[in-house]
C-alpha cells in the first residue's frame, strides 16, 4: 500500500498561471481532505470531499480555487490564476470513514514568482 | 469556534533527555480527540499519538506520552529519552465529535524541537 500519494513535490508557477495539484488517496480510502500550510503555522481546513461530491469547501477561498474528486482518477486541488500569496505548502489526507484517522500525503509546495 | 494554541515556537533538549512541549485548546464541547503530529523534513505529517476526552488515562506511545487535563484544557507531549530523529515540527490538533465537523482538524501553530547531540 503505497499511502497516499501527492504530486508534484513541487510546484513554481508565475502570478497568473495555473497550478493543478493531485492527491492519490491510500487504497480504500473514499474521504479526502485538502489542508494549507503557509510558513511558520499550523495547518488550515481548506475542502473535504467524496468521490464525485464535495461535503464541505467552508476553508477554501470563494474565488479561484476548486477542487474535485472524480468516480476515477486523483482528488485535484485546482487554483487559478496564482498569486504570491498562494505560495504555500499544500496537504492532501485520506480516511476510510469520516471519523477515522487520517493518513496524511507528503505535500506540494507551491512558490508563485 | 475551537482554537488550538502552542506558545512554545522552539525547544531544544539534549540528547537522551526529556522534553514536554506544551498545548492548550478552547472549546465548548465535551467530546473530542487530541492529536500530536510530527512533521520532519521531509515534510511528511505523521501521527505521534491521540486522547480521547472522554478517557481518562493519558495515551502512551513508547518513549511519547502525555499529559491531559481535560478541566484545563491542556495536553502537552512528553518525549523521554530524545533522539536526534526526533528532530522535526510538532503540531497539536483537534478534533470535535460532533458529527457535522468531526472530519476537521484544528491545528496549533507548531513547536520546533531541536535535539542537541
Known amino acids: 500500500n503505497a499511502g497516499v500519494m501527492q504530486n508534484p513535490r513541487h510546484l513554481v508557477r508565475r502570478r497568473g498561471q495555473e497550478a493543478r495539484l493531485r492527491c492519490s488517496p491510500m487504497k480504500g480510502h473514499s474521504h479526502v481532505y485538502w489542508y494549507r500550510q503557509l510558513p511558520e503555522e499550523g495547518l488550515k481546513f481548506m475542502v473535504y470531499?467524496?468521490?464525485?461530491?464535495?461535503?464541505?469547501e467552508s476553508g477554501m477561498p470563494k474565488e479561484r480555487f476548486s477542487a474535485e474528486f472524480p468516480k476515477e482518477g486523483p482528488s485535484i486541488l485546482r487554483i487559478q490564476q496564482v498569486v504570491r500569496g498562494d505560495s504555500a505548502a499544500y496537504f492532501c489526507a485520506s480516511s476510510q470513514q469520516v471519523n477515522y484517522g487520517y493518513t496524511f500525503g507528503s505535500g506540494t509546495r507551491l512558490t508563485v514568482v | 469556534a475551537q482554537t488550538v494554541t502552542q506558545s512554545q515556537p522552539e525547544m531544544s533538549v539534549q540528547e537522551a533527555e526529556t522534553v514536554t512541549l506544551s498545548c492548550t485548546y478552547d472549546t465548548s464541547e465535551s467530546d473530542y480527540y487530541l492529536f500530536w503530529y510530527k512533521q520532519p523534513p521531509s515534510r511528511q505529517m505523521i501521527l505521534v499519538i491521540r486522547q480521547e476526552a472522554y478517557k481518562q488515562q493519558n495515551a502512551t506511545e513508547n518513549r511519547f506520552s502525555v499529559n491531559f487535563q481535560k478541566a484545563a484544557k491542556s495536553f502537552s507531549l512528553k518525549i523521554s529519552d530524545s533522539q536526534l530523529g526526533d528532530a522535526a515540527m510538532y503540531f497539536c490538533?483537534?478534533?470535535?465529535?460532533?458529527?457535522?465537523?468531526?472530519?476537521?482538524?484544528?491545528w496549533g501553530a507548531g513547536t520546533k524541537l531541536i535535539i542537541k547531540p
Open positions: 490538533a483537534y478534533r470535535s465529535s460532533l458529527m457535522d465537523s468531526n472530519y476537521q482538524l484544528i
Open positions: 470531499l467524496q468521490k464525485e461530491n464535495i461535503i464541505d
